[in-house]
């Protein structure tokens, strides 16, 4: 066990015949006493200020702890916030590619059926045009034709009989 200041000032030596001077060595002991009480004063603040700094350091170190959890939880997130988006952009070009080709299919559809309905349009101005040729070709050769002449012939003959009717 270390000594105390009270050890060594309550240290007796004994004495001898041709000793040293007991004053001289009371100072001594006395000034020994008084550094021994102030390395004893210091080495207990000195550990005060350990035992704080190293509860700073605790702090701090808690703090580091929390930051790095922070920081990985941080980069975690962002990854799956990454992924994430990833994810939705391809499902946003997999749905636009899906419209486009739907919106492809239905043009397709509707042009094929535009262009049957042309077909089908210029089909029937075709039978038309026929039908109309016959039509008019009848009638020029119904004009044409000796029966018109007695037709005409015919309706001067009524013509005559409903103005002899009405006079």
Do not use: C
Request: charged letters at 40%; hydrophobic letters at 35%; zero cysteines.
């Amino acid at each position: 066990m270390p000594l105390s200041p009270l050890d060594i000032h309550n240290k007796e030596f004994s004495r001898s015949f041709r000793g040293y001077d007991e004053d001289e060595v009371d100072d001594f002991l006395e000034r020994i006493i008084q550094d021994y009480e102030g390395l004893i004063r210091t080495n207990k603040e000195l550990e005060e200020k350990i035992e704080q700094l190293n509860e700073r350091l605790q702090h701090f170190m808690n703090i580091e702890e929390s930051l790095s959890k922070s920081i990985i939880i941080a980069q975690e997130t962002a990854e799956e916030v990454k992924n994430n988006a990833k994810k939705e952009a391809q499902l946003i070009i997999k749905e636009s590619e899906k419209n486009a080709d739907r919106i492809i299919s239905e043009a397709l559809q509707k042009s094929r059926k535009m262009a049957m309905e042309v077909e089908e349009i210029q089909r029937h101005a075709a039978i038309f045009r026929a039908r109309f040729r016959s039509l008019i070709q009848a009638q020029l050769e119904l004009l044409e034709s000796n029966e018109w002449r007695d037709f005409d012939k015919d309706a001067t003959k009524v013509d005559l009989e409903i103005r002899e009717a009405t006079s």
